[in-house]
């Protein structure tokens, strides 16, 4: 927990989508003086402050890393879209240009924060169709773990040397719409109630997500206790089969069927009409944090029918 004396200021950059805004709730609730820095005010409106970020370039935004006790980077473009070269290009910028000028801004001021919490991705670990991976698993091959190899360098190359950094590898993210929209979620919930919450694929594919609450618990304890270092896997001990999470899904928005989706049709649709890419749905990966298991987080949603229950009510 923050210390109580005093109003500590956390600064959260790139926080002005739905993570964002649910970390920066969370902040403002136990007491924390919240500071969000994005190119447009975050909506809703909420108890934080705004401050203008391009995320390519020094800018006044950096006074306000000057006494701040913690720094979260959670700043990337969102990957589902199609990849082309053009997004492929901007998915990877986005996240080392924006981690490589905090760490400039960083030496700018008087009083850096003495503590960075790195946003990573669980993808690092690749797409493997049976294997449980943890933080001493090998990563795996493609654009993401391309793309979390370079995001951590930008990170390990910015950290000042006397800081404490924490690096988040984070599942998918289940959360709830405070207008600024709910992340994946939402879309799957309404897909869900019109019948289409059926099996993908093979169904088999690794579903690792974790709730907001937890994800929001595990950044506060990163940023106030001195003991957590390194990087960490952010993701619930029971990832779930595609086909259990659909049924799960179903099951907490009340419907009953919900129609297979083939491969081929996922294929089809995900590039030629929704303009997204196909393998975010028909691959995934089952990962879990052996890490927090030793050091005794207690998850407050460990299983996916209360984590849904709770959020879809």
């Given at each position: 927990m923050?210390?109580?004396?005093?109003?500590?200021?956390?600064?959260?950059?790139?926080?002005?989508g739905f993570l964002g805004i649910s970390l920066a709730t969370?902040?403002?609730?136990?007491?924390?003086?919240?500071?969000?820095?994005?190119?447009?005010?975050?909506?809703?409106?909420?108890?934080?402050?705004?401050?203008?970020?391009?995320a390519r370039t020094i800018g006044d935004w950096q006074?306000?890393?000057?006494?701040?006790?913690g720094l979260v980077n959670l700043a990337g473009r969102r990957v589902d879209c199609?990849?082309?070269?053009?997004?492929?290009?901007?998915?990877?910028?986005s996240r080392i240009e924006a981690t490589l000028v905090l760490g400039r801004a960083l030496r700018n001021v008087e009083r850096p924060p003495p503590v960075w919490e790195q946003m990573s991705t669980a993808h690092i670990y690749g797409d493997p169709p049976i294997a449980t991976c943890d933080e001493d698993s090998p990563t795996g091959?493609?654009?993401?773990?391309?793309v979390g190899?370079?995001?951590?360098?930008?990170?390990?190359?910015?950290?000042?040397p006397e800081q404490r950094g924490v690096v988040l590898r984070t599942s998918f993210v289940l959360g709830r719409d405070r207008g600024a929209g709910g992340g994946a979620l939402t879309t799957l919930a309404r897909l869900a109630r019109c019948g289409l919450g059926g099996r993908v694929g093979s169904g088999t594919q690794g579903m690792s997500w974790i709730h907001e609450t937890d994800l929001n618990r595990l950044i506060e304890r990163g940023l106030f206790d001195e003991a957590m270092r390194g990087t960490y896997i952010s993701s619930s001990?029971?990832?779930?089969?595609?086909?259990?999470?659909?049924?799960?899904?179903?099951?907490?928005?009340?419907?009953?069927?919900?129609?297979?989706?083939?491969?081929?049709?996922?294929?089809?649709?995900?590039?030629?009409v929704l303009q997204r890419d196909p393998e975010l749905a028909l691959y995934g990966r089952y990962v879990t944090s052996s890490r927090l298991a030793s050091e005794g987080f207690?998850?407050?949603?460990?299983?996916?029918?209360?984590?849904?229950?709770?959020?879809?009510?």
């Amino acid at each position: 927990m923050p210390p109580t004396d005093a109003r500590k200021k956390i600064f959260i950059a790139g926080g002005s989508g739905f993570l964002g805004i649910s970390l920066a709730t969370h902040l403002a609730a136990i007491g924390c003086d919240v500071v969000i820095a994005s190119r447009n005010p975050p909506k809703p409106e909420g108890p934080w402050r705004h401050a203008p970020w391009d995320a390519r370039t020094i800018g006044d935004w950096q006074r306000e890393l000057d006494g701040a006790v913690g720094l979260v980077n959670l700043a990337g473009r969102r990957v589902d879209c199609s990849k082309t070269p053009d997004h492929c290009d901007e998915i990877l910028r986005s996240r080392i240009e924006a981690t490589l000028v905090l760490g400039r801004a960083l030496r700018n001021v008087e009083r850096p924060p003495p503590v960075w919490e790195q946003m990573s991705t669980a993808h690092i670990y690749g797409d493997p169709p049976i294997a449980t991976c943890d933080e001493d698993s090998p990563t795996g091959f493609g654009l993401a773990p391309t793309v979390g190899h370079a995001w951590e360098a930008a990170f390990r190359e910015s950290l000042l040397p006397e800081q404490r950094g924490v690096v988040l590898r984070t599942s998918f993210v289940l959360g709830r719409d405070r207008g600024a929209g709910g992340g994946a979620l939402t879309t799957l919930a309404r897909l869900a109630r019109c019948g289409l919450g059926g099996r993908v694929g093979s169904g088999t594919q690794g579903m690792s997500w974790i709730h907001e609450t937890d994800l929001n618990r595990l950044i506060e304890r990163g940023l106030f206790d001195e003991a957590m270092r390194g990087t960490y896997i952010s993701s619930s001990p029971q990832p779930v089969p595609q086909h259990d999470f659909a049924r799960e899904l179903r099951r907490a928005v009340g419907m009953p069927i919900g129609l297979l989706t083939p491969a081929w049709l996922v294929r089809f649709g995900a590039r030629y009409v929704l303009q997204r890419d196909p393998e975010l749905a028909l691959y995934g990966r089952y990962v879990t944090s052996s890490r927090l298991a030793s050091e005794g987080f207690q998850f407050e949603f460990p299983r996916l029918r209360s984590a849904l229950a709770d959020l879809l009510k």
